[in-house]
C-alpha cells in the first residue's frame, strides 16, 4: 500500500531455555546458552532466558559456562525444531558437588581522610569486587590451589602496609583469610588548569595537540574536542602523567576542530583550558613540475584546501628524500623555483598546504620534466552571460601548461587581442574587458602557454551578442491578462524571456515565459484581479540574455454582485450532510438540502453548480450560466430528487509472496476513496440503483490487481452487490534512500525501513550493485569521499578520496567499477572511473561541465548531464571515451538525471524550466515522453515496470508509459535507487 511501513513482518519463532540446579558449591555466575554456535546468553543457574527471531527449522541449543564441579543431565548441546510464531521449551538438570574452598579477604583503614569509595579487590587477574574500607568480602567455589589477590583502588593519600597482591593457598572445603592495612593521609587538591593549548594540523586527517603542565599532582589529562566551533565539546582521549602532547586522528578534512585540556587526579578535574582551533586542509593535488630554462622549475597543483594560510614548497634530488622546505608562500595554485645554480640533474618537488602552524598530508612527488610547449586547447564554447558579458570555456588538452590566453577578435577574425590569461587546469573565463557591442560578431581563441612557449591557438568559436529589446508597453486586456509589447532589436537572438515581478518590497524576477526569436509581444494570463505587475523582457543568446528596461501595469479589480441559490429535495434518503455551491469551479460556501444561500461574487457571467450531492441524488440540471450585473442579485434555484439506494462492497484476494500490507482503496465513480483492508471488505452507502464503475487502488509496488479494473457492478435497491479483485504479488525488492543526510533501505511493499547510515556528515546518492553494496557519497575513516558498504549498512570502507566532492556514483554491471561525478575547483566537473577496490582511478571526460554519469546496463557505456550553449542536456558516450553522443537537444529547457531502463532500451530522465517533470525517451534519444508532472531523480524497478521518482516532499511511482500514477509515502525521502 501507499503508508511505507517501518516495523518488520514477523517470520520467526523463539526457544525458552532453563535449568534447575542442586547440589554444593553451586555455580554463582550462572549458566550460558547458544544457539546454532551463536553468541552467548547468560542466565541464573535456576532460571531461564527465551532467544527470538529464530528461522522456523531444527536449531541447535548449547549449555555452556558450567563451573568444574557441575555437571548437566540429558544430552548438550541438544536439536530444537522451531515454527513460526511459537516458542519451544528446553531445560536441563544440572548437579554441583563440593570440589572447592574459599577466600575471605578484609580490609582495615586507619588515619586521616579516608577513602570514601572504599577499595577493589581482584580475584587472579578478574573483575574488580568493591570492598568497603573497613569491611571483608569472601570468593567461593574456589579451585584448590595457589591463587592471586590484589587490592586496588586505594586513593592516592592511602597505602596498604602488607604485600600486594599475595598469593594465597586454598583448600578443599575451607576458607583462607586475607587482610590488609591501609593507612591514610591528608588529601591533596585537583590539580591546577593546563595553559597554553595548541592545536595545529599534522596532515590532512590529523591534528597535533600540546599543552603546558603547570601542575605536580595530576594522574593524566583529559583531551576534549568539538567540531560546532565550541558549543559543545566529547573526550577524544586522555594521557597520563606528565604528557603534554596528543596527535587526534582521524578527523575530518576541510572542517574547523577546536580542543581544551582537562587535568584530573583522584580528587577531582582542573578547569578546562583555553580552547584553540584549527582546521586539516586537504592535500594538494595532481602536482607537474616543468623545468623552465636553466635557473628555473615551474609548479602548478590542484589545491583541495578549503582554508589554507599558505603553501611549504619542498625539493629532494631523489623521490625518496630526503626533503628540504624551500619556500612558503601565500595560498595558490603555482610556483616557480629560481633559487637553483642550474637545473641540470634531477629534482622531485611535493607541496602541502599549511595552516596554522602546521601542514596538510603532501601531494604526489613530482619529477621536473624537461620543458615542451603544451597542446593547443579546444574545442572553444562562447556562452553570453546576462547583459553583453561572454563566458568562454574550452577543453583542456595538454597536461604541462602553466596557463591560458584568452583571444579575442571583432573583425572577422583579422586581428586577435589578448583580454586576459588563467592559471594551469583552468577551463572557464568571463571576457572582463567591458560590454561587448551588440548585433556584430566576436570571437575567441585560446592559447595554451608554458616557460618553453606557446600552443597553437585552438579554433575560434564566435557569437552576436543580441541588442536588448525596447519595451512599448504593459496594459491591461482584462481582469487578468496583462500584454506585454517590445521592439525587436536584434536579428541574432535565440528567442525571449518574459521575466514578471510581484512586489515592489522584496520581490523577486521570475520568468514565466520564453518566446521564439522575432516575437514581439506576449500575453501573461491567469492573474489576479486588482493587483501590480512589472515586466522586463531579454533577448536570449548561448543561455543568456540582454535585458531590455522595465515597465508596470495593474489588472482591474472586478465589480460585484450577489447570488441568491436556494434548494429543494423530494423523494427519500436525503443526502445528511446537505450540499456544496460552487462557482466558477471553486466551492464557495454549503447549503442545506432545503436551505438558501446569498453570495458575493465578481460581476459578469458565472457558472453555478451544486456538487456533494449523495449518489442516490440527482440534480435538475447541470452547470447554470447566470449573468450577474453589479450590485445587483441573480437567483439560482436546484431541486434534488433523492431515491432508495444500494451498497457495494468491494474486496480483495491476494496470492503470491510479500502481500500487500495495508490494503487498498476502493472508489465508485470516482467519488472519494473507501480502505479496503487486507482481510475484510470496503461497503459503500447511498449508491443510486443501476450501473456504476468500481475501481480498486493503492496496490503496493510489488502487486499487480487483475483486469478489468474498474469494473461494472449493478446496484439494486436495498441490496448489497459485491465485487472481487483478484490481486497478485512477487517479492518485495529493497530501495536505498536518503532522510536528512542519512541513508535508508525500504522493501518495495513500504516496509521494513531500516537506518544504514549514522554518520554526523552528510551521506547521499546511494547506488546499489547487482551483489548487494551500495556506493555512496559520504565519509570513511574522518575522509569524505566515494565510499561503499554493505546492503544492511555494515562494513563502510572508503573507496576514493574526494577534492571538492564526489556526487552520483554508478556499479558497472559485473560490479567491478564505480564511475562518478568528481568536482575539482576551479575547474569544474568531471566523469570519473575508479576500480571498486580504491585502485586504477582515470577520467572518462574532460571538458569540466559533466555530471550526474548512469552506467548502461550491458556495460558499453554510460550518460551523463553535460552543458550545451548554457542548458543541461544528456549525453551518452562509450566506456572508452569516444562515441560521444548527444541525445537531447536545449529546447530551451534543462534535461538532467539520467536513468536507464533495466533491458537498457529506454532512458528515464527530468526535464523542465522551473518546473520539472519526468520524461522517458529511447535510448538515443528518440521519442521522447513526458510520463509525470512535478519530479526528478527517476529510478528503475529491477522488472522495468515501475519508475520510482522524487514528487514533492515524498516518493511517487509511475508505469513507463505515464499510467497507474501513485504515492510510495516516505517522508523527507531523495535520491532514490532501487536494487536491481
Known amino acids: ?301 590542484t589545491n583541495t584546501a578549503w582554508t589554507p594560510d599558505g603553501v611549504e614548497v619542498q625539493r629532494a634530488t631523489g623521490e625518496a628524500g630526503p626533503w628540504e622546505a624551500i619556500a612558503t608562500i601565500a595560498p595558490a595554485a603555482t610556483y616557480r623555483d629560481s633559487s637553483l645554480a ?153 528567442g525571449y524571456e518574459i521575466d514578471r515581478l510581484d512586489s515592489f518590497f522584496n520581490g523577486t524576477w521570475e520568468g514565466v515565459a520564453i518566446v521564439p526569436p522575432n516575437t514581439t509581444s506576449f500575453v501573461d494570463t491567469g492573474l489576479a484581479p486588482g493587483t501590480w505587475h512589472s515586466y522586463r523582457v531579454a533577448a536570449l543568446k548561448n543561455g543568456g540574455g540582454n535585458l531590455s528596461g522595465e515597465l508596470s501595469a495593474m489588472t482591474p479589480s472586478l465589480p460585484v454582485g450577489s447570488l441568491r441559490v436556494t434548494t ?68 439560482v434555484a436546484f431541486t434534488v430528487n433523492c431515491v432508495e439506494s444500494g451498497s457495494v462492497r468491494v474486496s480483495a484476494v491476494m496470492t503470491g509472496a510479500d502481500l500487500d500490507p495495508d490494503g487498498f482503496s476502493a472508489s465508485v465513480d470516482r467519488a472519494p476513496l473507501a480502505p479496503v483492508p487486507v482481510d475484510g471488505a470496503a461497503v459503500i452507502d447511498r449508491m443510486a440503483p443501476g450501473e456504476h464503475l468500481v475501481r480498486l487502488a493503492d496496490a503496493s509496488l510489488n502487486c499487480d490487481i487483475a483486469p478489468p479494473n474498474p469494473r461494472t457492478v449493478t446496484v439494486v435497491p436495498g441490496a448489497v452487490s459485491a465485487v472481487e479483485f483478484s490481486v497478485s504479488c512477487a517479492a518485495a525488492t529493497r530501495i536505498a534512500l536518503v532522510r536528512g543526510f542519512d541513508i535508508y533501505a525500504i522493501d518495495s511493499d513500504g516496509t521494513d525501513l531500516v537506518q544504514l547510515t549514522a554518520s554526523p556528515a552528510e551521506e547521499f546518492e546511494p547506488a546499489w550493485s547487482r551483489d548487494g553494496k551500495i556506493a555512496y557519497a559520504g565519509t570513511a575513516g574522518g575522509k569524505n569521499g566515494l565510499v561503499v558498504m554493505n546492503g544492511d549498512g555494515s562494513n563502510p570502507v572508503l573507496v576514493t578520496e574526494a577534492a571538492w566532492g564526489i556526487l552520483h556514483p554508478t556499479w558497472s554491471p559485473d560490479g567491478r567499477r564505480i564511475a562518478f561525478e568528481s568536482a575539482d575547483y576551479p575547474s569544474g566537473s568531471y566523469i570519473d572511473v575508479v576500480d571498486a577496490d580504491g585502485s586504477g582511478r582515470s577520467r572518462l571526460t574532460t571538458t569540466g561541465s559533466e555530471s550526474e554519469p548512469a552506467w548502461s546496463p550491458d556495460g558499453s557505456k554510460i550518460a551523463f548531464r553535460g552543458i550545451r550553449d548554457g542548458f543541461s542536456v544528456i ?56 510520463v509525470a508532472g512535478g519530479g526528478s531523480e527517476p529510478t528503475w524497478s529491477p522488472d522495468g515496470r515501475w519508475i520510482l521518482f522524487v514528487g514533492g516532499a515524498s516518493l511517487r511511482a509511475v508505469r513507463p508509459d505515464g499510467t497507474d500514477l501513485r504515492d510510495f509515502t516516505v517522508e523527507g525521502a531523495s535520491n532514490p535507487a532501487w536494487r536491481w
Open 1 to 301: 500500500g501507499s503508508p511505507a511501513k517501518e516495523l518488520a513482518k514477523s517470520k520467526t519463532g523463539a526457544i525458552r531455555v532453563s535449568v534447575a540446579t542442586a547440589g554444593t558449591d553451586i555455580d554463582a555466575d550462572g549458566y550460558l546458552v547458544s544457539v546454532d554456535g551463536g553468541a552467548h546468553v547468560p542466565f541464573a543457574v535456576n532460571g531461564a532466558v527465551t532467544i527470538a527471531g529464530l528461522a522456523p527449522g531444527n536449531h541447535s541449543v548449547a549449555l555452556g559456562g558450567l563451573a568444574a564441579n557441575c555437571a548437566a543431565a540429558g544430552a548438550n548441546p541438544r536439536t530444537v525444531t522451531v515454527t513460526r510464531d511459537t516458542t519451544m521449551n528446553v531445560s536441563w538438570s544440572v548437579t554441583c558437588v563440593a570440589s572447592t574452598g574459599a577466600i575471605r579477604v578484609s580490609a582495615s583503614t586507619a588515619g586521616a581522610d579516608l577513602d570514601s569509595d572504599g577499595y577493589a579487590v581482584q580475584l587472579d587477574g578478574g573483575a574488580q569486587v568493591p570492598i568497603a574500607i573497613n569491611g571483608a568480602v569472601v570468593f567461593r567455589a574456589l579451585a584448590p590451589g595457589d591463587h592471586s589477590v590484589a587490592l586496588s583502588g586505594l586513593a592516592p593519600n592511602c597505602t596498604a602496609a602488607e604485600t600486594n597482591p599475595r598469593t594465597v593457598a586454598v583448600v578443599r572445603g575451607a576458607t583462607a583469610d586475607v587482610s590488609w592495612s591501609v593507612t591514610c593521609v591528608a588529601v591533596l587538591q585537583p590539580p591546577e588548569t593546563p595553559l597554553a593549548t595548541s592545536a595545529r594540523p599534522v596532515g590532512s586527517s590529523a591534528v597535533e595537540v600540546t599543552w603546558t603542565d603547570v601542575s605536580s599532582n595530576e594522574d593524566g589529562f583529559i583531551i576534549e574536542h568539538s567540531t560546532d566551533g565550541g558549543s559543545s565539546f566529547f573526550t577524544a582521549s586522555s594521557v597520563g602523567r606528565g604528557v603534554t602532547t596528543y596527535v587526534d586522528t582521524p578527523v575530518i578534512t576541510n572542517y574547523q576542530i577546536c580542543y581544551r585540556i582537562i587535568a584530573f587526579n583522584a580528587f577531582g578535574k582542573s578547569a578546562p583550558s583555553v580552547v584553540d582551533c584549527t582546521t586539516p586542509q586537504g592535500a594538494p593535488k595532481n602536482l607537474t613540475a616543468a623545468k623552465v630554462d636553466a635557473h628555473s622549475i615551474d609548479l602548478w597543483w
Open 568 to 635: 429543494t429535495t423530494v423523494g427519500v434518503e436525503f443526502d445528511p450532510d446537505g450540499y456544496s455551491v460552487v462557482v466558477d469551479g471553486a466551492a464557495v460556501t454549503t447549503i442545506d438540502v432545503n436551505g438558501t444561500a446569498t453570495l458575493e461574487v465578481p460581476a459578469g457571467t458565472r457558472a453555478v453548480e451544486l456538487q456533494g450531492v449523495a449518489t442516490n441524488c440527482t440534480v435538475d440540471g447541470a452547470i447554470r450560466s447566470v449573468i450577474v450585473a453589479a450590485d445587483g442579485t441573480v437567483d
Open 342 to 494: 642550474s637545473t641540470a640533474g634531477t629534482y622531485w618537488y611535493r607541496v602541502f598546504a599549511t595552516r596554522d602552524g602546521g601542514h596538510s598530508d603532501p601531494s604526489n612527488a613530482a619529477l621536473a620534466i624537461e620543458p615542451a610547449a603544451p597542446a593547443a586547447p579546444g574545442p572553444v564554447y562562447v556562452a553570453l552571460y546576462w547583459g553583453t558579458t561572454a563566458d568562454i570555456s574550452w577543453f583542456d588538452n595538454s597536461t604541462n601548461e602553466n596557463g591560458f590566453s584568452l583571444e579575442r577578435s571583432t573583425d572577422g577574425r583579422a586581428t586577435w587581442t589578448a583580454v586576459g590569461t588563467t592559471g594551469p587546469n583552468v577551463q572557464s573565463r568571463f571576457d572582463d574587458g567591458g560590454p561587448l557591442a551588440t548585433e556584430v560578431e566576436v570571437c575567441y581563441r585560446v592559447v595554451a602557454f608554458n616557460g618553453s612557449g606557446d600552443s597553437l591557438p585552438s579554433a575560434p568559436a564566435c557569437i552576436i551578442p543580441p541588442a536588448a529589446p525596447t519595451l512599448v508597453s504593459a496594459t491591461a486586456l482584462d481582469y487578468q491578462s496583462i500584454e506585454i509589447v517590445w521592439i525587436d532589436n536584434s536579428s541574432a537572438e535565440d
Open 875 to 930: 549525453y551518452t558516450v562509450n566506456i572508452d571515451g569516444t562515441g560521444l553522443t548527444l541525445l537531447t537537444d536545449t529546447a530551451m529547457l534543462q534535461n538532467f538525471d539520467p536513468a536507464w531502463s533495466p533491458d537498457g532500451q529506454k532512458i528515464a530522465f527530468t526535464r523542465g524550466y522551473g518546473d520539472y517533470d519526468i520524461h522517458v525517451m529511447n535510448a538515443d534519444g528518440s521519442g521522447v515522453t513526458r
